[in-house]
Nanobody, 122 residues
Framework: QVQLVESGGGLVQAGGSLRLSCAASGRTFNVYAMGWFRQAPGKEREFVVAVSRSGGSIVYAESVKGRFTIYRDIGKNTLYLQMNSLKPEDTAVYYC???????????????WGQGTQVTVSS
């Protein structure tokens, strides 16, 4: 069983930055690919970025490319999402997920965190 706990969300003005964290139980990164997704009210869960188990492959959604960066601290079992140049349309609940594939859709992921709210004001 994998447990994921997100933190770091909050309220920020447009153009600002936030760093989200996802603390994972055990040696999750050795076994699972990781992803970040987000869900705005009334919308479906949306892919943000995924990283392969090896860390050698990273895929970003076009909407965040060049602004968001995913990285891992294996020693701390923590996944991060650095978000810069935030826009009001980035407002959503952000979730981290673990699965066997670094997929761009939610279904292949087996484990999910509880989510952390990010609100970007204009």
């Amino acid at each position: 069983q994998v447990q994921l706990v997100e933190s770091g969300g909050g309220l920020v003005q447009a153009g600002g930055s936030l760093r989200l964290s996802c603390a994972a139980s055990g040696r999750t990164f050795n076994v699972y690919a990781m992803g970040w997704f987000r869900q705005a009210p009334g919308k479906e869960r949306e892919f943000v970025v995924a990283v392969s188990r090896s860390g050698g492959s990273i895929v970003y959604a076009e909407s965040v490319k060049g602004r968001f960066t995913i990285y891992r601290d294996i020693g701390k079992n923590t996944l991060y999402l650095q978000m810069n140049s935030l826009k009001p349309e980035d407002t959503a609940v952000y979730y981290c997920a673990a699965g066997l594939l670094a997929a761009t859709t939610p279904n292949p992921y087996d484990y999910w965190g509880q989510g952390t709210q990010v609100t970007v004001s204009s």
